[in-house]
């Protein structure tokens, strides 16, 4: 059995924790913040189109602080499923340090955005990272039930920051591979009896993938929550030719830039702006969490691709002037918190 | 006495049409158009730091429509004091020439922002169009209430539209003096007995006037509503020198191009961002429109400055993308609206 810490279960985590038990070849503990009471005692609901209805449904262990996670046995995964705000990695750092075992443990990364493993590979340069980018229709309802519409689709591959010594890429490319394994077994009912269309890819390059869903998170996640509008607002409005498509198209020279133009073609942008009607009443993460008063992702999905755009030297002046508006609104939310 | 038709009685326009009435010199038709049944009947309750309280005052006459002025007398002022706002312009015009009498009728608009003359003076080449700014803190609370705090200071000046044939520049000049007199008349017991500060002056260069006032409306009025935030949050927050500053100083810009560098100087706008304490909790008008889902003066604030950008070849990074955004904004309050 793979011994698994997963921390942050939301709409992605909740599910990845049952798909990794699901496979029975897992043993999950997972850490639980404001809803560690009510899930311990009551358990998870979830309504999930890949595994049908659950009720009251446990991991092997829930803990309510990363510090009480048991180092009885040693971690063969941590899997990461919190939002990705800065202050929170940092704040991680510290605790991971007592449940990694070098030449054991992997990091997994389920996270938007860009550049997100960085700080971690800093952190922790003896073990493997793997970077995973989930597209999943999933969500809380309430503190212990979770309602998920579309189907689990995760792509997962190493973050190659050594390329030898002390890491070698194939034990880099080896926890990947045994990670990818363990969460398709977990999808096997879903796939055959279900027919979802879940699936767990083992990616070759997942930094391609991260720029390829950027181009949506970085135009209209963000337009979005500046506008409080939802998708399809945005899209009947003029701020579809004056702001969403050019915020686009700068996403897309910042990837060609960085090496990655054969991802963030013209196809894709023009398949990205036809793809959604323009009466989606689809209200984008950073949205969602401006109107619960939560921080939003901004630094991973704006602040990073804006930082690769001034060392190469492109111009994003839509893009620029979104970033500096919703750097005003996380002071905003942040100031409300404390 | 003097005939007044008065078009929008807000918080600006009611004071003036009491103002006008008090003068003695004027009889005041005002054209109500929401609130016209109950004035009719119980008449406004003002509380003035100028005027002191005054309880079911009217008007000589009130109407509920322009298109129902009497034309038994003509006109020697029709005073606009609606919002600025493209199609309601565009609206009123044709409603306008009836009431109008060439050699006898002046046009007064005493409205934000900039370029807010060339329509009207279009419309009615052949009468002085006089152009006004009004910096009062007046508000109505309610259909027949009005909250008056700080004291009425007016300017007014001819849009000088013709200089010769057939309306020579004293013909204008004389007009805005007649009707800066009539209002500094009604003004009188506010500075004698009250001693408020009130006062209505004769304006050399209206538009130099207009530049300066469009230094705070055209960055802390736009920031503020696209951010949603009040002037002291926007103040205290990162954004002062990522946006605020910069747009304030993109105005002065535009505004040292047009030929206002002698008022548009650094030091007023040194002044300006440090007048206001950033606790302020102040909501500018745009955003406290955008908060009732009413249309936003965007045209007159920030268009019309930034055609003159265009024009002159001065770069606003900062207003442009401001500009886009609350076009988005304006387009989604009229699709409430209708």
Redesign the interface.
């Known amino acids: 059995m793979l011994n698994v810490c997963l921390i942050g279960a939301g709409g992605v985590g909740t599910i990845a924790a049952y798909v990794l038990e699901k496979s029975q070849r897992c043993r999950v503990t997972a850490v639980l913040r404001s809803n560690y009471t009510v899930v311990r005692d009551h358990g998870f609901d979830i309504d999930s189109v890949d595994h049908g209805q659950i009720r009251g449904w446990k991991p092997h262990r829930v803990i309510p602080f990363l510090s009480s996670a048991p180092t009885d046995q040693p971690y063969d995964f941590i899997v990461i499923t919190t939002k990705s705000i800065p202050d929170l990695v940092a704040a991680l750092i510290p605790d991971l340090k007592p449940l990694i075992t070098p030449g054991k443990t992997s990091l997994v990364l389920i996270q938007n955005g860009l550049d997100i493993e960085h700080s971690f590979a800093s952190a922790f340069p003896e073990i493997p990272v793997l970077s995973g980018l989930s597209m999943i229709g999933s969500r809380t309802t309430s503190p212990r039930a979770v309602f998920h519409e579309d189907p689990d689709q995760l792509r997962i591959g190493p973050y190659y920051h050594h390329v030898d010594d002390p890491l070698p890429r194939s034990t880099q490319l080896e926890a990947a591979r045994t990670f990818v394994e363990a969460y398709n077994a977990g999808l096997s009912d879903a796939r055959t009896i279900q027919k979802s269309g879940a699936e767990c890819v083992l990616a070759e390059d997942i930094v391609a993938a991260r720029w390829r869903k950027l181009l949506w998170n970085g135009s209209y996640n963000t337009i979005c929550a500046?506008?409080?509008?939802s998708v399809g607002?945005?899209l009947s409005?003029?701020?579809r030719k004056?702001?969403l498509e050019p915020a686009m198209r700068e996403i897309a020279a910042v990837g060609t830039a960085a090496g990655y133009g054969e991802t963030v073609t013209e196809d894709v942008v023009q398949f990205l702006l036809k793809d959604t009607p323009d009466t989606s009443p689809f209200r984008p993460s950073m949205l969602v969490h401006l109107e619960k008063g939560q921080p939003l992702e901004l630094e991973v999905i704006l602040g990073a691709p804006l930082r690769v755009a001034r060392a190469k030297g492109v111009k994003t002046?839509?893009l620029?002037?979104?970033y500096?508006?919703l750097?005003?609104?996380q002071?905003?939310l942040l100031r409300q918190q404390s």
């Open positions: 500046v506008l409080r509008m607002e945005v409005s003029p701020g004056t702001l002046p839509v620029d002037q979104i500096e508006l750097k005003v609104v002071w905003h």
